[in-house]
């Protein structure tokens, strides 16, 4: 007798996420929308905060720190324009779902989190989906420099400006970084940087929102 296969109950929520979300708002890189349609986004979340796995807001985690909604994600990779064979480091990889996305691509991807409790859960949801990911753990601002040079960053969340270490640590001339960049004032915007002899030019490419990533928010000033 054959034995039915299991009901996802999250298929149809992720069908309509990609429906709903991701393709009207101008993603067409067929290796995105088929990933962002298999990957169970759900197991990338403690099951407390499963059911809002799908919805079209950032997912908060705790520490300051989300899940980006799901259009933000799936714009900064297609941005990104990755090519099958090239070395990624994603910077606050967070729970690992942004990284699954990209591997999913073709992508080499090496995962930075320094949060333990985030740390915990991508652990277990990308050797479980995503096992080609190297998760590694270290400090966010210090990008992971053994590894280097990447052809593409990815900064999971909104920074005041890319760290000067991480983008020392991409190729020159053809390695690309994309982030949020956010201000004191107003939402921030999606940018695409590249690595030139004469530094890091940044383009900013689209509005948008997300929190910044508290790890690499500036120091305070002193005032007097």
């Given at each position: 007798m054959d034995v039915a296969a299991p009901i996802d109950p999250f298929a149809d929520p992720r069908n309509?996420?990609?429906?709903?979300?991701i393709r009207p708002n101008k993603v067409t890189d067929p290796r995105i929308l088929t990933a962002m349609r298999t990957i169970p986004r759900e197991r990338f979340l403690p099951p407390a905060l499963a059911p809002l796995a799908y919805a079209d807001k950032d997912v908060p985690l705790?520490?300051?720190?989300?899940?980006?909604?799901?259009?933000?994600?799936?714009r900064l990779i297609q941005?990104?324009?990755?090519?099958?064979?090239?070395?990624?480091?994603?910077?606050?990889a967070g729970v690992g779902y942004g990284a699954a996305v990209l591997a999913a691509c073709g992508v080499r991807v090496i995962a930075l989190e320094e949060n333990d409790t985030l740390l915990a859960v991508a652990r277990t949801a990308l050797a479980a989906i995503s096992p080609g990911v190297?998760?590694?753990?270290?400090?966010?601002?210090?990008?992971?420099?053994m590894d280097a040079p990447y052809d593409i960053v990815l900064i999971e969340g909104a920074?005041?400006?890319?760290?000067?270490?991480?983008?020392?640590?991409?190729?020159?001339?053809?390695?690309?970084l994309v982030t949020v960049i956010r201000g004191a004032a107003g939402p921030g915007h999606a940018v695409r940087g590249e690595a030139t002899q004469a530094g890091m030019q940044l383009r900013p490419e689209f509005d948008c929102a997300t929190p910044p990533i508290p790890a690499l928010l500036p120091a305070p000033a002193f005032t007097f």
């Open positions: 309509r996420m990609v429906d709903s979300q705790g520490d300051g720190r989300v899940l980006m909604e799901p259009m933000l994600t799936a941005l990104i324009a990755p090519v099958a064979g090239e070395r990624a480091l994603v910077v606050a190297n998760l590694v753990t270290g400090k966010l601002a210090a990008g992971w420099p920074v005041a400006a890319p760290p000067a270490a991480i983008v020392a640590q991409l190729r020159q001339e053809t390695g690309r």
